[in-house]
């Protein structure tokens, strides 16, 4: 009689899932992750991350080699975005942390100084979204581009229909006005 061997694949993705979920919503919410020392020491280096573990979020530790190779399957883009998350999440974890030291002084200089990060901030915050409409525009035409290649008028129209619906929701956003120094000044900055 032989016997079967479990599919582990499926828990595989959702702990690298929940892994690169994670990991944004460090990014996103630094605040909510700073009092965790785990997860702080996780995002030091790739091997950290990938020995670091958290039940409550269902993500285990696997070793580095693993998590490259589940990486490349799993995720677009691969590991190079898995650790791109990561260094993301550390960023803003010590930008936050940094942040907070520097808030609990009340002074003009202070808040001066406040003032001129929020700015850069929000020049960067303009500058990415800038770059990431080119990148929509521009996978919307490739998206075009392979429905007309592929000569199958269903999928034509469906690529077609799918591409207004996206513009058109992108069209609802405020767009920043951004100017070329800001964008050429953020990319230098960072």
């Given amino acids: 009689m032989a016997t079967l061997t479990p599919d582990y694949s499926d828990l595989r993705e959702a702990n690298l899932t929940s892994l690169y979920k994670l990991l944004c919503k460090i990014a996103a919410m630094p605040s909510e992750h700073v009092s965790d020392e785990a997860i702080r020491a996780a995002l030091k280096s790739q091997g950290e991350l990938a020995k670091y573990a958290n039940q409550a979020e269902g993500i285990n530790p696997t070793s580095l080699n693993t998590l490259k190779r589940h990486s490349e399957k799993w995720l677009i883009g691969g590991y190079a975005t898995l650790d791109a998350a990561r260094q993301l999440a550390r960023e803003r974890l010590d930008e936050h942390i940094e942040l907070s030291k520097r808030t609990a002084k009340r002074t003009k200089k202070a808040l001066e100084e406040k003032i001129q990060e929020l700015a850069i901030q929000t020049r960067q915050g303009k500058a990415d979204n800038l770059l990431l409409a080119g990148a929509l525009r521009q996978a919307l035409q490739y998206m075009r581009a392979y429905a007309e290649d592929s000569k199958n008028p269903s999928i034509i129209a469906r690529a077609h229909k799918e591409s ?27």
Avoid at 177 to 188: A, K, Y
């Fill in 164 to 190: 207004r619906e996206l513009i058109e929701a992108f069209s609802l956003m405020k767009h920043p006005v951004v100017c070329v120094d800001e964008v050429e000044e953020s990319s230098n900055g960072s």
